[in-house]
Every structure is written in C-alpha cells, then in structure tokens.
C-alpha cells in the first residue's frame, strides 16, 4: 500500500550548535547530509525504504515522497539489492562495502553505492561516479605512489613520501601528516604544499582532549569529507509509520554533514574542502593524513577508496619502519655497550680506564660531559661543572633515587640549588654501583633553549581541533611560539635504559676486577643485575615498612633456555641471559627492581603498583621478546613464561609473595609457555599438589599405598568371563584415592612409571596365575603399558622375566599400549619380539588418537578395545550404530579382535553383540574391584563363569 503524504514526515536537520557548547558539540546523530550524494535507508525486515535524503528529485528523478515505503530493488535493481541484503548481520561491527550499480530505469548511468547494515536498517550511500581518466591510468598511479613508498627507509622519509604521493593524485592544495605522540600531543611530521598556503610542517599541538567517540569513529571510518565548506545540508526525510519519529542514527554514514564549527573553523583558515584519512598501528590510532584546498574539491568516490587503501598501506609501513627503526637502535645501542665493554676487557682500575675512553663513555648516553666516581677515584670527561660542583650534584641526587639510577632534564627546577649549572648541566643522568657506597656515573647535557611552535593558542583551545576543527579558535589561525629555557634534550626511555645497562656492564667489570665472588656482593656478575640478596632485602624492607596498598611481583624464566645452553653452548647461554637482562630493564623502565635470581630466572618488583600495572609490564615483557636477540652475529628467537603475583593477595611473608609470582610461572610453563599467569590460590594448590603428588609417588609402593584392581572382562557372545584389566590405585594418606588418569602421567614425566610398571606386571601375573589354578585356566588379564615403558630398550626381557619370575604362561597375560605407540617407530620390533613371547597386544582407547586400523596387524597387534566415547547412544542414534558396526567389521576384516570399553547400560550391549564386536568391559558388568572381593565373586556370583544371565 502506498503510503499517503501525511503518512511522511520531515525530520527536521539540527539547528546549528552553540559553538561554546562542546559537550553536545561531540558526535551526534544529524540528521541532514552533504549534497554531493544520495543516502537511503531501508528496514532489514523487508527492504523497504525508511529514510531517504531529500534529493532524490535531483538524484533520482523521483520526488522523495514517493521513493519512501518503495522496495529499494525499485531504486537499486534486484540484483544490487539482493547483495546489499546479504551484507553483514546485526551485532557484528559495521563494515561498509562498496558496489558499482546501475539503476534500472537509467541502466547507462552507473552510481558508486557504500552500503552497511546498522540496528535494524541497511543504509546505503550513492554517490555518481566521476571517472577521471579510466582505472588504467589511476592504477598506474597508485603503483608508483606504492613504490615510492616501499623505498621509503625512515619513518621521516615515509611520511614524506605519503603526503606528496597523496597530494599528486588527489590535487589537494596541502597534504600533511600529523602524528600523535605518546602523551597525546600531536605534531605535523610532513607536509607537501602548494607555495602559497601557509606551512604548518613542525607546528605542535597540545595533549587533545578529542572525545574517545571521535577517535572511535576515525578508527573505524577511515576516511572523512568535507566536499564543499558552503555546501547547504540535504536533510533526510522519515517515513514515520516505519520510524515513528526515531532521526536516523548517522554514526558510520561517509555523507553525514560535518558540525557546523568545523566548517567555521575551516573558512577561517581559508579552508574550502577537506579530506582526512586515519592512519592506524596497532590497532591505535597512529596519526592522520590530512587535505585542505582552498577551492571546493569533491574527490570521486573511486579516488577516496585508493586513498583509503593507501592510508592502509602506509599505515603498515609506519608499523614497519618503526619496528625496523627500533631494532636498529637496539643493534646500535648493543654495539656500543660491546664496546665500552671491550674497553674495560682488559682490566686495570675502571675509574682510570673509562676517564681514558671519554666517547665510550659519553655517545651511548648522548651526553656532553660526565662525572666518574669509582674505587675512591673522581674524574671529569667532556664538558662538565667544577669538580665540586659535580660531586655535590651527584650527592645530591644519590639522596633522591629510587632504584639505583635518576634523570632530570631541567636540573635547576628540579634541584634549584643547582640552577647556576644549567649552562653545562641542564640535563643530569645518574646510576649508582653499590648501594652502601656513592660510587657512579653522573651524565651531563647542557641546556638547549628551545623553541617550540605551536598552532594557535594552546591554552585556550585545542591545537588538533585546529586541523580537525571540532571546535572553535577565538582567533583566526595564529601559530605562536613558545621558548623554553633551563631544560636539556630529553633523556629517552632508550637512554634510561641504555643508563642501566651502563650500570650492568661496570658492575660486572668491577666486581670481575675485584676478583669478588658474585654471591657475596649486591650484584649478579653476568648481567650485572642486582642479585637474590639485594630482592629479598627489598622485599624485607617493603613488607617492614608497613601494609602498601599494592606491590607486585613479576616472576621471568625463559622457555627451553637449557637448550641454548646444550645446543648452543655456555658462551652464548650467558650471551642470552646478558641480552634478556637489558631487555627486562628497558621493559620494567626507571622505577622498578629487576634482579636475577639465578639461572635464567629473572624477578622484576614494582613497588605501589597494582596487578593492572604489572600486566601492562608483562605485555610488553612479551613483546620484547618478539624481537631476535642476537647470538654469534644471528638473529636468536626465543620466548619466556611469566609468573605475576601481587601483595597482599593473600601470601604472608617475603618468600610467599616470591613463592607464588614462581608458583604462577610455573603454571604458565605447564600449559605450553610463551604466556603470563596471575597467581591464584587455587593455581597455587594445584601445584603444591602436583609437587606433592610427584615427590610421594616415589614412596607409594615401599608405603604399600598402591594396590591393583580387575575390572573383569566377557565374551559378549554369552556373556562368559574370558579375564581382567588390571587398573592401578592409589591411596594417598592426604589426598585419598588419586587416579591413575593424574598419576600415571606424572610417573611418566618423572621416569618412576618404569619402576611402577614392573611392579603392576608382576603384581598382576602373580594374581592372574592363582586364579587361573584356582578357578578358571583360560582367564587372562591385561595390563596397561606405557609407551614410555616400551621405548625402554630391555622392555620385552622385562615382560618375559616377569613372566618366569612369577610362573605365569604367556597366553595369560595381554598387554594394552595407546595409539600414541605409533608415533614411535622403533617400538615396532619390541611389539613384534613380545608377540613373539606369546603375549596378545591390545590398541587401547582406539579411536580417541589419529591411528588408522589398517597400521595395526603391521604392528603385531590383535585386538583393539574401542573407546568409551564410540559408545555414546550406540543403539538408538542410526548413524553412531552405523559406524560403530562399520568399525567392527573393518577390524575384523583386518583380523583384529575388538572389545568395547566402558559398557553402562543393557541396550549397549545389546547393540553391540548385534554389531558382532567380540569382547566387552564396563561398569554394566562389574566396576574395577580389588583382588579380595574378585575372589568373593568367583566363589559367589561369577561361580558359572558368567557375568550376566544370557
Ligand atoms: P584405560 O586403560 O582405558 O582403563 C579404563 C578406564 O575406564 C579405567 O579408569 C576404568 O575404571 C574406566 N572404566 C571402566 N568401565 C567403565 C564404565 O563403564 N564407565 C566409565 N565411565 N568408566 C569405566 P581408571 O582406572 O581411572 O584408569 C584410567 C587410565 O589410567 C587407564 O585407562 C589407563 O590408561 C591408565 N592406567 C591405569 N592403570 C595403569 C597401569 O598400571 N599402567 C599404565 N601405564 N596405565 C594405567
Ligand atoms: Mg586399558
Ligand atoms: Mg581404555
């Protein structure tokens, strides 16, 4: 029914905002679009259309009246709107495709459609398609732009590359990319420009308080437009029975209409047209591509797309070059702490020798000058204060540091003592090397005035809205400068760290030089860390000094670092554990003890952080390590399991809180490495019972704690009792009955299971041999195996010693192994030897690895007892009868015997005799017993030697 005119209605666009307004200046549904396209929006339910821009008439031809309530295939042709359909569901996050279409009454005009799902709408954008010279051509340009890029080496260069590329093809006046710092402020890293618009190349911008929507949106729409700063808003019409008089949320629409204090703030600076593409690492929002044009400029829909494209390119490059920049710093950084150790190498008094080598000393740290004060030695190299000066300057900041090392960047405000210095040492970076003595190093840099440019004024609006413009200048445009005076260059992160390696590498020298044995100083003698000693006495110290609202330890061990050691040798184990303890230095930063235990076991201790903070510090632990660490000259990639416990969480004292951060990395090895684990309670139990467990089972047997249970097995052909599994137990004096699923493994991995099997071997063959006299001759009884136990080489001189020993026939007993056997081909001649002895080889649990049944007779083996999992509704599912009797005639054919494990109920044996399988076992028949009550069966219900009446 087509709807009537009063059924329609207009929603009226926003009036424009108050520009001093700018909590509701943040992102907002409008409800209007730029007039360079059409936007239509249709229920889900039934594709009929919802909303639709008033502009159709121009558009379309059709007045927008009309066009809402129609089917969209009315607009878009059936085919196009049977895509659009199909395009992602409700929930999922919206991602916009795009669509070349031809409208069926028009079919030589082609329109470019961007279309989304969102709620319960499918809105689609369409915009005319203006070709500028063909694809051929625009992709010609796009591989050259792509091989400009790809030549880039910096990150400089990159960008560099990227704004002139994209000005080339776009024709904007100004292509520039803005990058965001760390701290939020921003700056114009590279800009290609037309001579005569104003450069903003270096302008910086204050921290940005862009609301987290808008970053949100720039994460997810990638490019954004203004075609036309004097364009007049289409608004978009409702058709009210399908909205009542819901506007249409216009979050993701590419043509939404820009906040009118943009668009002020565009003219003012002389702006006509703009365009914006993200630039995204990481999953963050890295920086910005940003266009302007004097003139109105509306970019054809298919140049946006390789726009967007190339912003994605660069985007992985920027990734990219940073990761290589970084690495390359690194591999700079290592070779020059090479050298300084080169320096020191062949020994002589460290003070002396490092006043001897000034630039080993002085480049590592960017610094102009230092102070050494070593062994009772005090010496200045490069440009430095008085020596009195220096000294009581270093003293000075030995009273303030935290963990054995400092930096100021602005002395005098800082120490205000001090600010005669500042001319030479603006800047002071100091590490100590004892914490009883004031022995160091104190760095110097001299002061650097500086001149900062910033874009318009900083303090009354934000500076990055002036590019982006969602809010409003009170002046025109107006960079202005600021001088800073009485401050250095900044000491980086990498220069901290650089500081503390510093620090490794002359400890490590000293204590060599003295001929000190590592255990009885404060440092560990490879990486130069403090050692086990000086953790415990600030654990000690920090748990004295009263309850800290939250303290974390962060427990690291490298995975398989014994394999370096025996594959690669010692020299580049200790080369490893050198290279990890500068990578923990530079992860944990200034504030934070990073000691090595031993080994190659790492603790880092954060003092007042809580375990949010300590994670991040693990992340980056792990990120660290995604970085080769060099051995001999080669990339060397290894990774490392973390353990992360925080005070207070329960443990008591200093060697808990160390016990549980170990406890918890401990658990991250178990399940496979390369992870971090926060301590748990119950993490913790499970381990102390594991451990317990592991160091028991040693005594259980001379404890007689471990005892044999038969689990009796019968011919499902009448029901008769042909033997026995034999089936460990184990009855702990603390945690009870163990199973043998939690124990046998542990024997496994510890090597007892070779003691434990022996042990069930005879024990069972001894039983088995007196029921047989006693009761019936024929029976059998199976024992588990390991395929541990048989990988042993003297494995079937075992079996048949067992055999003498206890005077037991071969026929008596059958052995089960687990597929996993077949994983070792050397078993293969051990299986046939046994066969050989006359013992009967049974597949155990078959079904449950990747074995086929047609390896088996090749591995001597003669039965094969399916998995309790093949039993699952066998007998009333058609399809698992089907192939549980497809498996049973298989292995048949394949002259193997087969017995079913786990039987529960009547129907399941009913189903498998139909299914012909020879031989049952399950808790139906009888659960594992002991020998006691097995001997009270005989006598009583098994006294036939039938388990259940045929
Ligand atoms: P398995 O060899 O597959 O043993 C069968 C397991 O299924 C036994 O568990 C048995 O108690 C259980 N079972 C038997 N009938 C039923 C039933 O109707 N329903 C259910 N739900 N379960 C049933 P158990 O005794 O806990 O042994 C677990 C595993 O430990 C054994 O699996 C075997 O792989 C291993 N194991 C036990 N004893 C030894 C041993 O002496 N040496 C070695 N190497 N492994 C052993
Ligand atoms: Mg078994
Ligand atoms: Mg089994």
Known sequence: MEPTARQKMLLTPR???????????????????????????????????????ANTLEVLGVATESVLGLPLAHIVGDLSATLMASTNSPGSPVAPRRLTISLPKTPRRSLHANYYRHLDLLIVEL????????????????????????????????????????????????????????????????????????????????????????RELHLQQRTRLVADVDYTPVPVLGYVEFTGKRPLDMTYCELRTVSPVHIRYLKKMGVGASFVVSLIDDRKLWGLIVCHHRSPRLMPPELRVLCEVLGRIVSMLVGVTQRDEEFANHLTNRARL??????????????????????????????TGALIQLQGYSRLIGETPSLEDARALMN?????????????????????????????ASGAAMISLAESSDDGVLWFRPEVVQTINWGGNALEWNGLELILGRNCPPEPLAAWEQTRFGHSAPWTVAEIAMAQNIQG?????????????????????????PNRRVLLDRLARSAKSG??????????????????????????????????????????????????LGGDEFVIFCENHTLEEGRVISHAIMRSFELPFLLSGKPFRCVTSIGLALAGSGQTSVADMLHAADSAMSAAKQRGGNQFVVFENQVHEKLLRQIQLEQDLFQAIERDEIHVHFQPQILVNGHRLIGFEALLRWKHPVYGDVSPAEFIPMAEYTGFIQTIGGWVLRAALRQIRIWRERFFPSLFVAVNVSVKQIAANDFTRTVQLALEETGTPSEALHLEVTESILMQPSAEPQLREIQALGVKIAIDDFGTGYSSLSYLPRLAVSEVKLDRSFLENVGTDERKTALFSAIVGMAHALDLAVVAEGIEEISQLDCIRECCCDGAQGYLLSRPISAQNAEQMFLGDWKDGLLLAS
């Open 15 to 53: 009036r424009d905002v108050d520009v001093h307004d700018r909590e509701r200046e943040s992102v907002h549904p409008p409800s209007a679009i730029q007039p360079h396209g059409l936007l239509l929006a249709a229920r889900c339910s039934d594709l009929r259309i919802a909303y639709a821009s």
């Open 127 to 214: 915009e005319e398609l203006r070709e500028e010279g063909g694809w051929d051509r625009r992709a010609e340009r796009m591989e050259s732009v792509i091989e400009g890029l790809r030549i880039a080496e910096t990150l400089t260069s990159l960008c560099d590359t990227a704004a002139a590329s994209i000005r080339r093809l776009t024709g904007y006046d100004r292509v520039m990319v803005y990058r965001f710092h760390r701290d939020g402020h921003g700056e114009v890293i590279a800009e290609d420009r037309d001579p005569e618009v104003d450069a903003l190349l270096n302008l910086h911008f204050p921290a940005s308080d862009i609301p987290a929507q808008a």
């Open 338 to 367: 090479e050298r300084l150790g080169e320096v020191m190498a062949p020994g002589g008094l460290v003070a002396l020798v490092l006043a001897d080598h000034p630039k080993e000393l002085l480049e590592p740290m960017n610094a």
């Open 396 to 424: 000075a900041m030995q009273l303030r540091q935290a963990a054995g090392h400092l930096a100021y960047e602005a002395v005098g405000e800082a120490l205000p003592e001090f600010a005669h210095l500042t001319s030479v």
């Open 505 to 529: 590498a002359l400890t490590a020298a000293l204590l060599h030089h003295a001929g000190l044995q590592a255990q009885l100083s404060y440092f560990d003698g490879l990486t130069g860390l």
């Open 547 to 596: 309850p800290k609202p939250s303290a974390c330890l962060i427990f690291i061990d490298i995975d398989r670092f014994r394999m370096v050691n025996d594959t690669l040798g010692h020299r580049a184990g200790d080369d490893l554990l050198i290279q990890v303890g500068q990578r923990l230095r530079e992860c944990a930063g200034a504030r934070h003890l990073v000691a090595r």
